[in-house]
């Protein structure tokens, strides 16, 4: 009976204690000098590779704890439930709502997307379109395509009615009148307003909305979360407990 000279086993126990690890390191484990050993080994046990450091760092199934993303980092090597950088490219610009330009996947998956993006691009998996002066990817599947275009030329125009009222031709009565409406609203009706507006922005919303009303940049994330969530409490302003108290009189005796 042929005795196994590599042992798989010792590349899980090793990936378990040290939840990542590069190929450099799982060679020394298996006291190999070839890659083809270690991937071999690896398929017996089920891994998973880093979609950053390009795929050098390698972690069983079992390991990652994925958030609503389907992304895991750990030591700022960062892995996709989607697999490599381009397959979660795909997956995210295909499954978007008015699809993503570079730096905006940047800012989500926090590495570099744009050699990506171009291959897949290049290759026809994804479609590309120049709107206000920036690329935007987007899916191959013509309805979709279309679909998310239009999403994203209609964010574009709520952005420039927003960018009309900040600017400096719009009349000092105009804004004014603008602050007052805001300025009579309850605390929880100012959020809800700033969420619905933000809303309507889409990408970006939160912020723009908080420069231009002058509140809280997560006052406006958690109005939008309210009126997406639907759960709003019609009757409540303030949360149970909040407000003044009621102050028991004294009697003097």
Known sequence: MKIEKYSSIELYNYLILNKIAPIDDLKKVLGTNTD??????????SYRTSYSHRGKYYTTTDIPEFNELGLWSYNDVFFSKYDTLSDTV??????????????ELD????????????????KGLLLRKKISGNYYYFSSKALIFQQQVNDREATFKSIASTEILKNDSVSDKVKAAIILFFSILNEKQKRLYAGLESLKLGYGGDKIISELIGVDVHTVSKGRKEIVSGKIDNERIRCKGGGRHNVKKKVLK
Do not use: C, P, W
């Open 90 to 103: 795909q997956h995210f610009i295909d499954n978007s709502e008015k699809g993503f330009s570079a730096r």
């Open 36 to 45: 083809k050993t270690v991937i071999r080994k690896l398929k017996q046990i």
């Open 107 to 122: 800012d989500i998956l926090r590495v570099s997307t744009k050699e990506a993006l171009l291959n897949s691009y290049k």
